[in-house]
Structures are given as C-alpha cells and as structure tokens.
C-alpha cells in the first residue's frame, strides 16, 4: 500500500538521525581504544566485560527485571482487565487516575517511599501500634523490586488496557452462549486477543528495568551495583565511554536475542518485534 | 461479589500508587526540611516557592517541552506505525529493531550520544534541542502503544470502506483512527509521561539557562530536597485532578442528551463504537 | 461529532503549547534597545542565596543571568568538557577544578578584578589544588566526618575504626562516593586519601569488602533524614549536612576522627568556554560581596570563607565545630586531588568491586 511510505516517512528520517547516527557513535566507542598511539581499533572492551564480577552485575540485574516484570504482569494485568470490563462506567477517569501519580516526580515519589519503609517510617508505626511485627525491607533487594514494580506499573497496564478494551464483546457473548465457563473465556479468546497488548507491556517495562539505577541506588541503598549502575560510572565517575559503550552494545545484543527467541514462538507477530 | 473484589483489588492498587504522593503532599506542610522530623504545619514553602524565579522557569519548561514533544510524537508517531503495519515482514522488522533502541539503551547512553550528535552538527543546546530529544524517546513508547491496536484491527473493515465509496483518507479518518484511538491516547499519555520525569536525557541535551523541574529536583540531591519541590508537586496534582473533574463533568453532561444503544456508558475515547455510526458519505 | 470534540481538545492542546513556548521565548529576549550580555552561570542545586541572582540583575542592569544545576561533579564536567554550552561561571569542588586546571579548560582569573577577594580568608588562599589563586575564588568549605547518635554509640567516638565495629552492625551509613569511602577507609590504615599506590588501595578494598555486611545502606543526601530518624547510629557526613541534623535532633553529635579527614571546597570559576569573562568576574566579585556572601551562607548552611559575614552570622553556629571546625581539627586533613586518568579508573574499578560483591 503506497500509504505506508508517505506516512512513514517522517519517522524514519527522523530515525536515521536520532536514532541511528547516535547508535552508530555508541558502536564507534564501544570498539575503540583511546591508546597514546591515538585511536585504535579493538575488541578489548568487550574482552574486559568477560570477568566474573561484571557477569555478577549483569546476571543480578537480569534477575531483578525479571521479577520485577512478572509481578508487574501478575498486577498489572487484573487491573488491565478490570479497568476494560462493562461494568464499570467512568473507564478514561480511572485510567487518567492510574497515570497522574507518574507526574509527580520520581525522585520525589520514591524518597517517599523510604519515609514509608524506614525502620521508623511510617509503616512500622502504624503496624508498631497495631501490634504487628515490623517489616525491613529497605536497603534489600525487596525494596527494589518494589520501587521497579511501583514506576513501571502503569507502562504495563495500559497497553495492556487499550487492547482489552477493544476486544469485540459479541465474540464473548458468542462463547459464553456457546457454553463456556468464565475461566475457559479467558482462557481461549481473553488472553489470546490482548497478548499484543502484553507483549508492548512486558517490552516497555522489561527493558527500562534492566538499565535502571536510581531505584537501586535510594531503595537498595546502593548496596548492589547493577549494570544501569555499572554504565552510569563508566560514563561519568570512571569516564571509560569506550568500555560504556561495550557496556550498551552487549546489552543491546542480548535484548534483541532474547526477544528473537522470544518471537519464535509469536507467529502472528511475525516482523513486529526484535529480529 | 466479584464485583466487589475487582473493586477491592482495583482500591488496593490504587493505594499502593497514591501513598508516596499522599506521603508527598503532607511533606510539603513540615516547617522542617528534614522528612524524618514533623515540625508544625506552615504554608511558607508555598510562598517560597512562588518567589523562586528559577523552579517556576523550569516548570514551564517541562510543560511546554512535555506537551509539545508529546503531540509532535503521537503523531508522527502514530502515522508511522500506520505505515508499519503494512510493511513487509521485512522492512518491518529493521524498523521496529531500531525503534526499540531507545527503549532498551540506558538513559545517559541515549543522553550523551544526543548531546555529541547536536554538538558535533554544530547546533547550540537549549530549549529546541531539548525538544528533539524528547522527541525521539517519545515515539518509539507512541508506536508500540499503537501498533497493537493495529494488529488487533480487522483488516477488511478498511477495505469495506474503501469499497462502499470512500477515499482512502476518509477511511483512515472514520474507521481506522477510532478504532485505534484508545492506542493513540495511550501512546500519548505515556510520552507525556516520560517526558515529565526525564532527568538524564534532559540534563545532556539542554542549555542556555533551560531546565526542567527533573533537573531541578534531581540536582539538589547533594543537599537535600527542598519542600519547595513538594508544594509543586502538590499544586500540579490538584490542577490535574481539578481539570479532571471538569472534563469528567462536561462528558457526562453530554452523555444525558446522547442516549446509546444498549449501553448506558458514557462516550469516551476508549469505545467510539458505542455510539452510533454516522453514515459515509 | 465525536472527532470534532476530539480535534478540539488537540488543537486545545497543540495550541496551548505553541503559545506557552513562543510567550516564554520573547520574555526571554530580553529588553529592547540596550545591548544585553547573558552569562550562564552553572552550580549544585539549591546552593545558592534565594535572591542572588535576582539582586545581581539588579545591580547590573546590562547583564542576564541563566542559571542551570548540576547534580555531581561529573556531570557537570561532562557538559563542560565536550563543549556543550558556553559556561561562564560554574562552581566545581576542589578536585574537579583540579582536574580541569590539569586539562586546561579554565580561564585565569583577574583577581584584580574581583576586590571583595580581599575578605576570603587567607587560611583558604593557596590551597592544594590551585596553589597561586589563579583559577578559582572559594564559596563554601567544609570537612567530613563522622555523625552519631548519642543515645545508640555508648563509646567516645574518635578513629574511623568505629565504623568497622561489628556491634553497629547494619547501623551503619556509608557515602555513596568512591573518593569519600575509599578516602575514609585508608586514613584509618594511616594513608593519604590521595594515595596512587595501588597496594594502598587494594589494602582498601579489602577492608570495605569486609565491612559490606555491616553497612546499612550507602546513601548521599538521604542520611540527614535517616539520622534525624534515628534509622542508623552512624553515619559518615559532612560538616555543614552534620550541624543541620544535630539541629533538628538533640541526639546527634559530630566528631573528626583523629587519623585525619577530607577537608573538602567548592570554588567558583570561568571555564575557557566563556563568552563574556569581565561579566563572569563581574559575578563572582558580586557573589564575594558581604551582603550577598551573608544571603547564601545563610541560606546553604555550609561553612563560608568569607571574613565579614562569620562576623555576622550566629555566633552559636560560627562557634560550633562542626560547622566550622577550627585549627587543631584540622590538622590530620587532606583535600581531594584528582589522581590522574588510569589512577582515576583504579579507584572506580576498586568501587565497583566493592559494591558487586
């Protein structure tokens, strides 16, 4: 259809230079090697990534997304429903609702978690007068899987919302008059139709939460270095912007990888996503 | 009574959410600056902070550069992924690989590979280049929010309607763009989104005395952050709640004088089809 | 109908934001007629007198001021560097101006043209990193050193060593900042926080390793509140972070260890990338000015080195110190120096180290 490259156009122009002249840049560092001979070709970068302590960082991050995403689609994916569901009327309201805490600066919104979560927060006091043990979570792991889950939370729920929301009620109603039970609706046409929707969900909350830092270094208390940590030092405390950019290379390699194999098993989705 | 849990759970989440914030709004009433030590209440950060000269400047920055980047990304954004859609499998793939490389690239590789394009063609940094900036994280969130939608269209209502008579772009604008419209306004709330808390990419690619209130807040991590930010804070969430209610009350003032089919909903962005179809021409 | 509601609403939108920009652009323009030098000035956030910068456009009507912050010393480094923006005054700390006398990217200073120079105190003059005061005018000083809170730390609290004592397990704050915890670590093995001997600092990573397990969390700002909460019993702060928190709870108290500690200065100074240097010195004059120097101290906190204004300040806070530390605190103290590039690395790979166990 011809219209796909009038109304493309714009955007790839765009791309070329924003996206890929900056790639191309990122690439030009991450193999390069600022010797006093000058500047060199090399893989040596990468080579220095290949020590246990970086795999330590880049496994733990992996392991810390992960989670993260999955409870975010655990959450997020009820209130996707619900949200999209016929009975409840005032359906942009509410979603506006489940957006405006975004605007409020992140920084701020996670400090005052730590208000929160302090060993005397807020939290502890209230359950310290209702008589519960005290929780400490802070300065864990469990925190910051709770600070990705709280700023990613919304990035899974609405692509996930805006498909549901269009999903052909008559197909239900057909099924249903067919004589299936609730669970087998969602089973068979529910969850099959809104999958476009989850991917994007699980895509715009996986990646970021790989390359986070900030939540690791208040609610974590830095005490883990991540490798959103790893290549803020590079580029800034350290200033190697060549092994930095080694750094993004490689993670931009294993994400596109991942989400081949994962596509494998997408064949309606064939061309959509990475590779 | 499963109503009642999807509106229990809903409430839950929903707290989960607003906690910081409500945490937020009551901080900005401690005459301390510390958030550990509740020392009385006081308005005087509020009026602190309508004297500060340099956060109002960076407070309509960030609008200007949120909204602004935000419309200019939906758009272009949005007619993109209606190219994307009927690529070849091919094309399409190049396309949405590099698409995704701003999603996956940590913030400060995004932030200094920007900064070195815009110095490097010679062009100064300030309010435009930090426009572009933001542009360009902002549609790659734009496409993936509406080519879903896409894929969930049915192929052959455009076709019906190119076929009954209509021109191509009055079948985009008739039946495609409703049908995808929930992914568009998602799409743009989220850039909007983005673009409000960015810091990194903000920090690098700006200049000339521009600053948004993430640069802002974020710098004052050193010495603390002052309940000036809070009372902001607080301010936007009541001007947006407020302007919630008002467009929630004019659409459901609408909604009396249009009576719907079966439904009783009230026309909203996310389910056009509610109401009746208005003939082609 | 339905789209015409909707166009409305983005056209509301589109408009709105159009007009919202172009408004803000032609205020920003600035006066007519007078020929109008706009300097850009470049400092941490919140570390300036609420109306400084007001009171300077006063005070020199031809001259505009934009204003930016910075969250760290690299950062600001960074944009520096790679010549992003024209600054014209910026206010590094003691080892990044350093760094930047070494790679040549600042002007030298007129300090004839700066005669409030004349009320900085001479103890802060030919400091370490800028020996002959040609590039830089200090603005706020101060030392690092330990917060504790009576009530939790029975013992008198006078070495370094405390804070590798097992009974304040996971009581303990560390800085978040290779230079300050790796720096405390070696005055408490008796080196110098510059050192470049890398068995010095292999010696101190081996000791942060080993005190990983007993550190709480490594925080920047966020150890005022955790200490005025009483969520920690130490904490490794600085002077001026240490007299706020000691004002707000009682428990508090600061102590300079004995093996010596950073002593650490912000300056201001012109990097080479400025377009208006008599307007840059004309700013920095304003800010050695009594009145103006008195508004920011005041405001910030910090110790300030300028001689009239500890006149005028609380004679509680000048006498106090933590604030201001005096001689014989001062005597073990080592300023910041910047190491070189391939030492620079051995300090982050050591830190990185310490924080991916």
């Known amino acids: 259809m011809k219209r796909g490259r009038v109304t493309t156009f714009p955007y790839i122009v765009w791309m070329l230079i924003f996206i890929l002249v900056p790639l191309v840049l990122v690439l030009y560092y991450a193999v390069t090697v600022t010797t006093p001979a000058g500047t060199v070709f090399s893989l040596q970068n990468f080579e220095k990534f290949m020590q246990p302590i970086y795999i330590k960082v880049l496994v733990r991050s992996i392991q810390l997304a992960l989670v993260s995403t999955i409870i975010c689609l655990l959450l997020g994916y009820p209130v996707a429903m619900i949200l999209s569901g016929r009975d409840l009327s005032k359906k942009n309201i509410l979603v506006l609702l489940f957006v405006i805490p975004m605007w409020m600066n992140f920084l701020l919104r996670t400090y005052a978690w730590m208000t929160l979560l302090e060993k005397k927060g807020l939290i502890n006091t209230v359950l310290g007068f209702i008589g519960l043990p005290q929780i400490n979570i802070l300065y864990t792991d469990s925190a910051v899987i709770l600070g990705m889950v709280y700023n990613f939370l919304p990035f899974m729920v609405l692509p996930i919302f805006s498909v549901m929301s269009k999903i052909d009620k008559s197909i239900i109603e057909a099924a249903e008059d067919l004589g299936s039970n609730s669970f087998t609706v969602f089973r068979k046409i529910t969850l099959p139709l809104s999958l476009p929707g989850v991917v994007s969900g699980i895509t715009m909350v996986f990646m970021p939460a790989l390359t986070t830092f900030i939540i690791s270094k208040l609610l974590g208390g830095s005490q883990y270095t991540l490798i959103g940590n790893l290549i803020e030092d590079q580029f800034m405390r350290v200033y190697d912007w060549n092994f930095g950019s080694a750094l993004s290379i490689i993670m931009m390699l294993l994400i596109v990888i991942s989400m081949a194999v994962m596509s494998r098993y997408d064949r309606e989705d064939a061309g959509g996503g990475l590779f | 009574m499963t109503k009642v849990i999807k509106k229990l759970y809903l409430a839950l989440v929903f707290m989960f959410l607003y906690a910081p914030v409500v945490i937020l709004i009551v901080f900005s009433f401690n005459s301390s600056k510390s958030r550990a030590n509740w020392a009385g209440f006081t308005l005087k950060w509020y009026l602190d902070l309508f004297k500060d000269k340099q956060i109002m400047s960076s407070l309509y920055y960030t609008i200007a550069v949120a909204l602004l980047a935000s419309l200019i990304a939906t758009i272009m954004g949005t007619a993109a992924a209606l190219g994307i859609h009927n690529m070849s499998r091919f094309k399409k793939s190049i396309i949405m690989n590099i698409t995704y490389l701003p999603v996956l690239n940590p913030d400060i590789v995004t932030g200094i590979s920007l900064m070195i394009l815009f110095i490097f063609f010679k062009i100064k940094l300030g309010f435009v280049t930090l426009l572009l900036a933001h542009i360009t994280f902002n549609v790659p969130y734009v496409i993936l929010s509406v080519l879903p939608k896409l894929k969930q269209l049915n192929k052959h209502l455009e076709e019906a309607a190119l076929d009954l008579g209509a021109t191509p772009f009055y079948a985009l604008r008739k039946v495609i763009l409703p049908e995808i419209m929930p992914g568009v306004v998602t799409g743009f709330l989220l850039a909007f989104t983005l673009s409000l808390d960015d810091f990194i990419i903000s920090f690098f690619t700006t200049g000339s005395g521009v600053s948004t209130l993430s640069i802002t807040v974020y710098s004052m991590a050193r010495l603390g952050i002052n309940p000036k930010i809070n009372a902001l804070s607080t301010l936007m969430f009541i001007t947006v709640l407020g302007l919630l209610l008002i467009i929630n009350k004019r659409t459901s003032g609408n909604s009396i004088a249009k009576n719907t089919k079966e439904q009783k909903e009230m026309p909203n962005f996310y389910n056009p089809s509610s109401i009746e179809g208005e003939p082609l021409p | ?357």
Request: glycine share 6%; net charge negative.
């Open chain 3, 1 to 357: 109908m339905k789209n015409a509601k909707l166009a409305a609403i983005l056209s509301i939108l589109l408009t709105t934001a159009i007009f919202v920009t172009s408004c803000g652009k032609t205020s920003q323009n600035g006066k007519d007629g007078k020929e109008q030098v706009t300097i850009n000035v470049f400092n941490w956030g919140d570390y300036i007198g609420e109306t400084t910068i007001a009171d300077f456009e006063k005070a020199y009507p031809g001259i505009k001021v934009n204003y930016e912050d910075f969250s760290t010393n690299e950062d600001m480094y960074v944009k520096i560097k790679t010549g992003a923006s024209d600054y014209d005054v910026a206010i590094p700390s003691d080892y990044m101006i350093k760094r930047m006398i070494d790679e040549d990217l600042l002007c030298k200073i007129n300090m004839e043209n700066i005669p409030n120079y004349k009320y900085i105190d001479d103890r802060f003059k030919a400091l370490s990193y800028d020996p002959d005061n040609e590039y830089s005018v200090p603005y706020m000083w101060g030392t690092v050193g330990i917060l504790y809170n009576k009530t939790m730390v029975s013992e008198p609290v006078d070495s370094w060593k405390i804070l590798w004592d097992e009974k304040y397990s996971k009581e303990i704050l560390m800085q978040d900042s290779e230079r300050d915890s790796i720096g405390v670590t070696l005055k408490m093995l008796g080196y110098s926080m510059n050192t470049k001997n890398i068995p010095e600092l292999e010696e101190a990573k081996a000791k942060l390793i080993e005190q990983k397990p007993l550190v709480l969390a490594y925080v920047v700002d966020q150890v005022k509140d955790m200490m005025i909460g009483e969520s920690a019993a130490l904490a490794v702060v600085w002077s001026g972070d240490a007299y706020y928190c000691m004002s707000q709870n009682e428990n508090l108290a600061y102590a300079i260890p004995k093996e010596g500690t950073n002593y650490w200065f912000d300056g201001m100074v012109i990097p080479k990338t400025s377009k208006h240097q008599k307007e840059a010195e004309l700013f920095i004059n304003f800010m050695c000015e009594t009145n103006t120097a008195f508004n920011n101290a005041e405001y910030i906190g910090y110790a300030t080195p300028h001689t009239e204004v500890i006149k005028m300040l609380d004679p509680d806070l000048t006498a106090d110190r933590a604030a201001y530390p005096t001689e014989e605190d001062l005597e073990n103290c080592e300023i910041f120096e910047y190491p070189g590039d391939e030492i620079n690395r051995e300090y982050g790979r050591i830190w990185t180290e310490v924080k991916a166990q």
